[in-house]
C-alpha cells in the first residue's frame, strides 16, 4: 500500500515537469494603432520614456509609485525605474536598448516585484501618409523550465494585448490632441 501512495505521489509531481519539457518557453503579441500625426512627431514623443506617464496603462496604474531615473531620457543607455504598493504595478525599469529615429525604440523590461522576469519591447512607426502614422508595439518574453508550465493556463495575448491596447489609445488621445 506505502508503495502505490509513494509512486502516485512521485507520477504526480513527475507529470507536470515532464510535461513542462514539451511546452513552448517564449511568448510573443504585438498591437497597432493609426495616429493622426506625423511620424517624426509620435517617434519624438514615444522615445522620451517619461511620457509614459501620461499614456501608458501600467505606468498609470499607480500615479503614486516611486520613480528613479539615469541616464539622459530619449538615449540609448536610460533607465526609468519604478516601485509600487500596487501589487500589479511591483517594481522594475525599463532601458532604452536601441532607438532608430523615426523608425524604432527598443527597450529592455526587467521585473523585480511581483515577480522576476525579463521582456523586450519593440515599437515601431511606419508613415502611412504625411500626417499619419501606424505605431505597432511588440511584446516578447518567456519562462524557464518548469515555469512554463504556465503558459498552459495564462493567455497572455489577450491579458496583456488588452494593456497594450488600452495604452496605444491613450497614446493616441494624447498625440491627437
Same mark, same amino acid.
Given at each position: 500500500?506505502?508503495?502505490?501512495?509513494?509512486?502516485?505521489?512521485?507520477?504526480? *509531481? +513527475?507529470?507536470?515537469?515532464?510535461?513542462?519539457?514539451?511546452?513552448?518557453? %517564449?511568448?510573443?503579441?504585438? $498591437?497597432?494603432?493609426? !495616429?493622426?500625426?506625423?511620424?517624426?512627431?509620435?517617434?519624438?514623443?514615444?522615445?522620451?520614456?517619461?511620457?509614459?506617464?501620461?499614456?501608458?496603462?501600467?505606468?498609470?496604474?499607480?500615479?503614486?509609485?516611486?520613480?528613479?531615473?539615469?541616464?539622459?531620457?530619449?538615449?540609448?543607455?536610460?533607465?526609468?525605474?519604478?516601485?509600487?504598493?500596487?501589487?500589479?504595478?511591483?517594481?522594475?525599469?525599463?532601458?532604452?536598448?536601441?532607438? *532608430? +529615429?523615426?523608425?524604432?525604440?527598443?527597450?529592455?523590461?526587467?521585473?523585480? %516585484?511581483?515577480?522576476?522576469? $525579463?521582456?523586450?519591447? !519593440?515599437?515601431?512607426?511606419?508613415?502611412?501618409?504625411?500626417?499619419?502614422?501606424?505605431?505597432?508595439?511588440?511584446?516578447?518574453?518567456?519562462?524557464?523550465?518548469?515555469?512554463?508550465?504556465?503558459?498552459?493556463?495564462?493567455?497572455?495575448?489577450?491579458?496583456?494585448?488588452?494593456?497594450?491596447?488600452?495604452?496605444?489609445?491613450?497614446?493616441?488621445?494624447?498625440?491627437?490632441?
Amino acid at each position: 500500500m506505502t508503495a502505490i501512495i509513494i509512486s502516485i505521489l512521485l507520477a504526480v *509531481i +513527475a507529470l507536470p515537469l515532464i510535461v513542462a519539457l514539451f511546452v513552448r518557453k %517564449k511568448y510573443a503579441l504585438q $498591437r497597432s494603432i493609426t !495616429i493622426n500625426r506625423p511620424r517624426a512627431e509620435v517617434y519624438d514623443y514615444v522615445s522620451r520614456i517619461r511620457n509614459q506617464d501620461a499614456y501608458n496603462k501600467w505606468v498609470m496604474a499607480d500615479p503614486h509609485s516611486r520613480k528613479t531615473f539615469r541616464g539622459t531620457d530619449g538615449t540609448v543607455g536610460f533607465v526609468y525605474a519604478w516601485d509600487s504598493d500596487v501589487k500589479q504595478v511591483g517594481q522594475g525599469e525599463q532601458e532604452i536598448k536601441n532607438l *532608430i +529615429a523615426d523608425e524604432r525604440v527598443e527597450l529592455e523590461v526587467r521585473f523585480v %516585484k511581483p515577480f522576476e522576469g $525579463r521582456a523586450d519591447s !519593440i515599437i515601431t512607426f511606419q508613415s502611412v501618409s504625411p500626417d499619419q502614422t501606424n505605431v505597432t508595439w511588440g511584446f516578447q518574453s518567456g519562462m524557464k523550465y518548469p515555469m512554463n508550465i504556465m503558459l498552459l493556463f495564462i493567455n497572455f495575448e489577450k491579458i496583456l494585448g488588452k494593456d497594450l491596447e488600452i495604452t496605444l489609445q491613450n497614446l493616441k488621445d494624447v498625440q491627437e490632441k
